[in-house]
């Protein structure tokens, strides 16, 4: 099969015009009159081919990646065993509808799922395959409400849940998420989230806790809620991790009442915190695991795996959809299980994270504008602040950063609630080179900042 190439020089990082380069100005303007205003841009430039951990763009400028296009491409771009996958598909069928004519490879990935999941929760799994990763939180809700016959749902500050409107309602921050859409949907309750950098006091699970009983006890009986819906590590909220002590009561507090703890790991699986899923590491099985992004390894697939009598309280009909389980993403996705164990990609991640944590460490230390350095494995994120004793938020430096790296080779991106903080996505197959390549780049924009 014939594979993009690219790059050929020795060096992962080369920019050859200037940035934007001229095609990619002209594709921009082409796509200021064509598209919509909504989807926003991380960096004006448009790709042309990627592999693994670099990308090249529309001009032959080639970028180290720190997004992995928004978590997504945890095996690398273009993994030779996930293209191959696809490309064999091809052969076959390339869309029958699981409602009309189903296929092995959907029951084979659920069977994978079921496993993966079983692992953190030993219990009988099942498994419901999606498409988008909003479209995946929407279906857990559902499923949550139909197995308890309840309505509210408890969700946390900072929270990005995606973007239909269950999921939008779900999500934290207005502007520009929420903002304009309403009327939102009812039933959704909001808890503080254990944000340690932030929280007033040191004794924040234990306060993060009675703030959470006040919503789900006085605010609400808890016979009302089908569901409490957590990230193990805030993605677009800002690298945060979950506290396991906090959440390990929120666990018994949901056996004591039956209700439904969903985890959503679309941002935290597939080894993106050094693990196969976070949950694993906070020491907390939820009953239902929502994944997407990396399941695919570049295409669009997702799944609600959980405990087998909540996934199987819909009525028959009661869940679907034309596309989800597409044949194509099965097989892809089936490809990346494949590879996270024959590459022994946890053990890439587990290495990945030595070497950015050792490296923030330093930069911590020499960099006022670093208020917190803080994630989960190799899940990392850096707050800027104005000032580390009034902590106020410094986007722009975020933003600063964010541009002066994609100037100069790299590609990253920012979140937090303030969008001062930059996160790390890269590739876990990211090189040792690529990996200090990129950092070096960082580090010059710090210094400059
Ligand atoms: C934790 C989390 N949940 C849900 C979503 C929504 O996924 P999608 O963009 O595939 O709808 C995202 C996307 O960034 C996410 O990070």
Known sequence: MKRPSVGTENMPIVIKTKIPGPKSLALMKERQAAVARGPFHVTPLFIAKAQGAIIEDVDGNRFVDFAAGIGVVNVGHCHASVASAIQDQTTKFLHAGFNVTPYESYIRLCEKLNT???????????????????????????????????????????????????????????????????????????????????????????????????????????????????????????????????????????????????????????????????????????????????????????AITGRAEIMDAPLEGGIGGTFGGNPLACAAALAVFEVIERDDLLSKAKALATALQDRLALWKAKYDLIGDVRGLGPMQGIEFVKSRKTKEPNPDAAKAIVRYAYEHGVICMTSGTHSNVIRFLMPLVISHDELNEGLDVLENALKNS
């Open 116 to 302: 993966a999941f079983t692992r953190l929760n030993p219990v009988p799994a099942k498994s419901f395959l999606a498409n988008s990763g909003a479209e995946a939180v929407e279906n857990a809700v559902k499923i949550a409400r139909m197995a308890t016959g309840r309505q509210a749902i408890i969700c946390f500050d900072h929270a990005f849940h995606g973007r239909t409107y269950m999921a939008m309602t779900l999500t934290s921050k207005s502007k520009p998420y929420k903002y304009g859409f309403a009327p939102l949907n009812p039933e959704v309750y909001r808890a503080p989230f254990p944000y340690v950098y932030r929280w007033p006091t040191p004794n924040v699970a234990d306060e993060c806790f009675h703030a959470f009983l006040n919503v789900a006890q006085a605010q609400l009986a808890p016979t009302q809620i089908a569901a409490v819906i957590f990230e193990p590590v805030l993605g677009e909220g800002g690298f945060i991790p979950m506290l396991p002590e906090f959440l390990k009561k929120v666990r018994a507090f949901c056996d004591e009442h039956k209700i439904v703890l969903i985890a959503d790991e679309i941002q935290t699986g597939f080894g993106r915190t050094g693990a196969m899923f976070a949950s694993e590491q906070l020491g907390v099985a939820p009953d239902l695991l929502i994944t997407a992004k990396s399941l695919g390894g570049g295409l669009p697939i997702s």
